[in-house]
């Protein structure tokens, strides 16, 4: 009789965690970006010799400068570009938490963009500056709105896929601001638009104004403001309601006589309008110029900073800080030490991927099992 054969149990067994309390999360967080921080710093020391310390200093002081001269050159930047993707966070949070997985935020944001900067351009001089303000801010909203209405209503009413819709809009919206700068383009022959309204009687006309002879201001309040409003509208109105249930179940949506189409439709309409919000304050309130890069990816990056907060405002505060705090970092690095941008954007890639993978350890336990020998048939231990 042939002799039984013998399997090894699988080194590893990986199984869901149950529901921890919020300091562990907070603690595994905290331990990955710490993890984060040491392995950037060590691969910095290997491959070109910066001192750890260093290192560690103006990564801090990128944000956060010792020097009272140059508070306003980075802390207000910092706090700009946070609320800037802060924004977009909260504009695609509506649809994800109804699982319409909207990857649109940088196509709606540009569309934003060029709303505005039509309205600059084109209404210059022909109307007072106050209306012209007025019709920029419609402008950004509809046109944001639009590039979220259409892939709601064709994933609403013909079930397309809402990923790869809204990142071909994405493309499209890219294109057509592309075109206007060509078409707007100032002066002849540079493809691009230059200052809106600089200079002569039409100076600043369709300029957002200036809060407290800062810039930025601006953008950081209208920020805090959508965070308090999108926290009340997600939990704490019908709508929110409504778009949890849809989000965990259409059957189960339809039975409470939620009209799913209807909830799908609004709610990029919103996500949609927030974005082009933005766009607005990025065109008429602090570059007053239109270029394909204006959004420069943060559409991109605000999809992880809501998944991350788990939808909740006020932790994408947070996710905001960490992400443009080790951004604002990673820059400096390359820019202090004589690195080029692409060593830069791998420490960013670095620090992702280890604030994504402290979301594997709080929703999932790795045990070691030391390769335990099991007879063939038999039942392994766990």
Known sequence: MAKSEEKREPLLHISARAPMPWYFSVAVRLSCIIVSLLFCTLLTWLITGVDPIAFSVTVFQASFPAKAAMFGIKFWPMLRDLSI????ALAVTPAFRMRFWNIGAEGQTLMGCLGAAACMKLLAGVIPN????????IAALLAGALWGLLPAIFKA???TNETLFTLMMNYIATQLVAFFCILWENPKGSGTIGIINQNGALRGMGWLPVIGGNKYLLTIIVAGAFTLLMYFYLYRSKQGF??????ESERTANYLGIKVRRVTIRTMILSGALCGLTGLLLTAGENHTLTTTLAGGRGFTAVMVSWLAKFNPFIMILASFLLVFMEKGAGDIATKFSLNKSFSEILTG???FFIIASDFFIRYKVRFRHGAKIPEGGVSRV
């Open 85 to 88: 993707l802060l924004l977009l």
């Open 130 to 137: 106050e209306w012209i303000i007025v019709c920029e801010v």
């Open 157 to 159: 009413h013909f079930g």
């Open 242 to 247: 409504e778009l949890s249930v849809v989000g």
């Open 350 to 352: 670095i620090i992702l």
